[in-house]
């Protein structure tokens, strides 16, 4: 039971780069969500998605976009990164939105 | 939207000693948890707790909803319990900015 991976861990783009970051996790979980981390902050929500093939816009949702064709995946695309992109991005999941939540080990994102 | 205030901001303690770390929201909520962020970046739940009081080992944590806080207390604390401390709130998870948890040896 690997739990929640991402990949890739390190990533460094140009400005107007596009590229996905992959999650995926096994535990069967409804819900998954995409966060980043800015430094000195708490974790901000980009999207999510509460099955596959449903999702929705959190607090941050400009610049990305998500799609969610199986329970076990949920891809982050950036479509034209930008140097405020810069961030350590966080996927999770749980049973439900309101449920416990689990992390993965994080995508450290830098955009030159 | 919601806001989520942690206190205090920073933290250090010697080993052994104990400490309360507090989350005030700013409205009514039907979901708070609270993670530790180790060192190495790896985010751990540690507890699901929109009302009442919880156990974990040395950890426990408490959350008065009709006042609007929770707080989490760490008892005999070890160096391994460093890190950041976040309390997130309602279904779409809005973070405080966490208390930055030294213990040292």
């Known amino acids: 039971n690997a739990g929640v991976t991402q990949t890739p861990k390190f990533q460094v783009l140009k400005t107007g780069q596009s590229m996905t970051l992959q999650c995926a996790q096994d535990?069967?979980?409804?819900?998954m969500s995409w966060y980043r981390q800015d430094p000195g902050m708490g974790l901000r929500l980009i999207h999510y998605?509460?099955?596959?093939?449903?999702?929705d816009q959190g607090e941050v949702p400009n610049g990305y976009n998500v799609s969610r064709s199986t329970t076990e995946d949920f891809p982050l695309r950036l479509l034209s990164a930008a140097p405020s992109q810069t961030s350590v991005y966080f996927c999770?999941?749980?049973?439900?939105?309101?449920?416990?939540?689990?992390f993965g080990p994080g995508t450290r994102l830098t955009v030159t | 939207g919601i806001q989520v205030e942690q206190s205090p901001p920073d933290l250090i303690l010697q080993e052994g000693a104990n400490s309360t770390l507090r989350c005030n929201f700013s409205?009514?909520?039907?979901?708070l948890q609270w993670f530790h962020q180790n060192p190495w970046g790896q985010l751990i739940n540690l507890f699901y707790i929109p009302s009442g009081t919880k156990q974990n080992g040395r950890l426990s944590a408490t959350t008065v909803a009709t006042e609007r806080y929770s707080l989490l207390y760490i008892s005999s604390s070890q160096t391994t319990d460093s890190g950041v401390y976040f309390c997130a709130v309602e279904d779409d998870m809005r973070f405080g900015a966490g208390t930055r948890l030294t213990v040292k040896p």
């Open positions: 999770a999941s749980s049973y439900g939105r309101a449920d416990e939540q689990y």
């Open positions: 998605s509460v099955g596959a093939g449903i999702t």
């Open positions: 535990m069967n979980h409804e819900y």
């Open positions: 409205d009514s909520v039907n979901n």
